[in-house]
């Protein structure tokens, strides 16, 4: 069985907007992600790399090129089988934690177990075993809006791994914090990717964040290229 957990293979990806009246944002990238592997995706602003993260993860489809994740091609499949292959092998962190504000932190964590098959009780124990992870179990029950920036985060990324993704992908996790929470925030984030053993692609602005990963690529001109 290959060992990679993510591959992308001559992604290409142009929108239609205002003048000039294309885009082209993507150029052929190619990635592949290794299993247990985190990866630190740098780029300037505006260089694509929301979009890649977006198309890695199934949310959007490429122009041209290939997306294998945990060994099924993705793309040029149904809407069906990129929503199955999503729920179950990739986990999405953003820059504003985006929980649902009417539930609390133990909720939205047990919420898409819910949706992938997982009875209550099994959900409730994996949520209260990786809310304790990352060290915010006693703020199970308060609803987000009870909760600090970076306890929000973190519940964020306990909901990324509720069904024990393969792929992790996240978009700036760290850059709606200050820098003493974001260090924080990183180890924990950290912390449960090693532990999981799972792949891990993300993007931030920070080097210092990033040199602390496995290895950098920088996206460029919509080409990566590996950093250092």
């Known amino acids: 069985m290959s060992d990679v957990a993510l591959r992308l293979t001559g992604l290409t ?3 239609l907007q205002g003048t000039p009246a294309e885009v082209q944002v993507l150029r052929g990238v190619d990635l592949e992600l290794r299993a247990g592997e ?5 780029a300037p602003s505006g260089a694509g790399k929301s979009t890649l993260l977006h198309i890695a993860g ?35 962190v953003y820059q504003f934690h985006h929980l649902l504000p009417e539930f609390t932190a133990l909720e939205n964590i047990v919420l898409p177990q819910l949706a992938n098959g997982a009875s209550e009780a099994a959900a409730k124990d994996r949520a209260m075993q990786l809310l304790d992870r990352v060290g915010v179990a006693a703020r199970a029950g308060h609803r987000p809006a009870a909760l600090s920036g970076g306890e929000q985060q973190r519940v964020a990324f306990c909901r990324a791994l ?3 993704p393969r792929v992790l992908l996240a978009d700036e996790p ?9 260090d924080q925030v990183f180890e924990a984030l ?10 891990a692609l993300i993007a931030t602005h920070n080097l210092d964040l990033a040199a ?10 919509g080409v990566l290229k590996p950093v250092g």
């Open 38 to 42: 985190a990866v630190a995706l740098v």
């Open 212 to 221: 602390r990963m496995d290895r950098m690529v920088r996206l460029e001109n």
């Open 13 to 15: 990806k142009t929108y």
């Open 162 to 164: 509720a069904n024990v």
């Open 58 to 92: 199934l949310l959007d489809t490429p122009d041209q090129g290939t997306v294998e994740v945990a060994g099924q091609v993705a793309s040029g499949t149904s809407d069906r089988k990129r929503t199955g292959i999503r729920r179950q092998d990739v986990g999405f």
């Open 174 to 182: 760290t850059g709606n914090l200050d820098p003493g929470t974001s």
């Open 190 to 199: 950290m912390s449960l990717v090693r532990e999981a053993g799972l792949s």
